[in-house]
């Protein structure tokens, strides 16, 4: 069976810096590290400073280092606005 | 009648000129062609944001937010004006210098004390010689901005207006719509007009509340606004250096054809006249 993923858009004021599908994520949020996974429910956060971890389709382990900015979560559209990615 | 010893003069004059507005032409061209992938790479991350600031935007949060204040009358205007640092881009600083003026003038008219800020050399030189008010100005700027340059520019522009020190900030800076289209215009930064695209968000949970989020967003949203407009100005500038360029290396040709053909024309009357003395000079010796 195929697993529902991720669509996620890793965005900069410059940039696109990572576009692509993942199976699970990581991201620091303002208040602490939180953890998406495909069938999340709608949600909107600030973003604090600290990596952003991924693992893409193909398994893949990826990380980036972010601060600032904001993130959506909507019907699996990940969408990440941050100052600032570093990796 | 020039000698053909000036025409040849002018001829190679005329010929390194041309080199060098051609080599201009092609560094503009590769330039222009970055400024529009920059150009490019900025929209998702400004249209995504344009959609989540529409989508948040409620007038209930004008209120709370002083970002979002809406003044019943205006007072104090900034104006932002975005220049070149460098000429040789046709009419593209002067239109935008003029666009400027105009709007200067138009509030002043209404009334309202307005302060002038300046990125670029050009700009400044203008309004320095004509002994304008200039109350900040950057040169800093270059050919490839950073969202960081937006974010000096305008950061002490809207905190000014969230004090209430101002009440509307205008940019002029150039549209680009094509290479060789790029119309100066004057966008109003604040007061913000709340975008009006973007999906509602009440079935979100947010983290903080949907309030202090908009708060957050707002500073980026302007930042991102600044720094589309700088980018922007910057492939406006690179296409109109191309345009006025390649103008500048086409009538280059011209006149180089011109004076070729005064110099042949010179040389092949210089060789008539020597055939035609010594056939005289030989005919009077028979």
């Known amino acids: ?18 576009v692509g599908r993942a199976r699970s994520m990581v991201a620091p949020a303002w208040d602490g590290r939180v953890g998406i996974l495909p069938g999340h429910a709608p949600f909107l956060t600030l973003l604090g400073e600290g990596p952003l971890a991924l693992k893409t389709d193909s398994g893949d382990a990826r990380e980036f280092g972010v601060s600032g900015g ?7 559209d990940v969408t990440v606005l941050a100052d600032r990615v570093a990796g | 009648m020039a000698s053909s010893q000036d025409v040849l003069r002018r001829i190679k004059s005329v010929r390194n000129t041309r080199k060098i507005t051609r080599t ?6 590769s330039k222009l062609k970055r400024a529009i992938d920059r150009m490019a790479a900025a929209r998702p991350y400004a249209d995504a944001l344009t959609g989540l600031v529409g989508g948040l935007y409620s007038p209930f949060l004008a209120q709370e937010y002083p970002l979002l204040r809406r003044p019943a009358e205006t007072k104090r205007a900034a104006v932002l004006l975005l220049t070149a640092n460098r000429g040789f881009c046709g009419a593209f600083n002067s239109n ?6 105009s709007r200067l003038e138009a509030l002043e008219a209404g009334g309202v004390e307005v302060e002038l800020h300046v990125s670029g050399k050009k700009g400044l030189a203008y309004f320095r010689f004509r002994g304008a008010k200039i109350a900040s100005f950057t040169t800093e700027i270059g050919d490839s901005p950073e969202p960081d340059d937006a974010e000096q520019l305008v950061a002490p522009l809207w905190r000014r207006f969230a004090t209430g020190e101002l009440d509307a900030v205008h940019v002029v800076s150039s549209e680009f719509r094509s290479a060789i289209s790029t119309p100066p215009r004057t966008r109003q930064l604040l007061p913000i007009e709340p975008p009006a695209v973007g999906t509602p968000v009440d079935a979100f949970i947010t983290s903080p509340a949907t309030g202090e989020i908009v708060g957050r967003l707002l500073p980026r949203y302007l930042r991102s606004a600044v720094y589309r407009a700088l980018v922007e100005n910057a492939a406006g500038e690179q296409g109109a250096r191309r345009a006025a360029m390649k103008s500048a290396t086409d009538n280059a040709g011209d006149i180089l054809e011109t004076l070729t053909r005064n110099y042949n024309r010179a040389r092949q009357a210089q060789i008539t006249q020597e055939i035609a003395e010594i056939v005289g000079g030989a005919a009077a010796l028979e």
């Open chain 2, 96 to 101: 935008l210098i003029r666009e400027a003026r």
């Open chain 1, 1 to 18: 069976m195929m697993a529902k993923l991720l669509k996620l858009r890793v965005l900069t004021p410059a940039g696109e810096v990572f």
């Open chain 2, 24 to 29: 201009m032409e092609l560094i503009a061209t």
């Open chain 1, 70 to 76: 904001v993130m959506k979560v909507e019907a699996n």
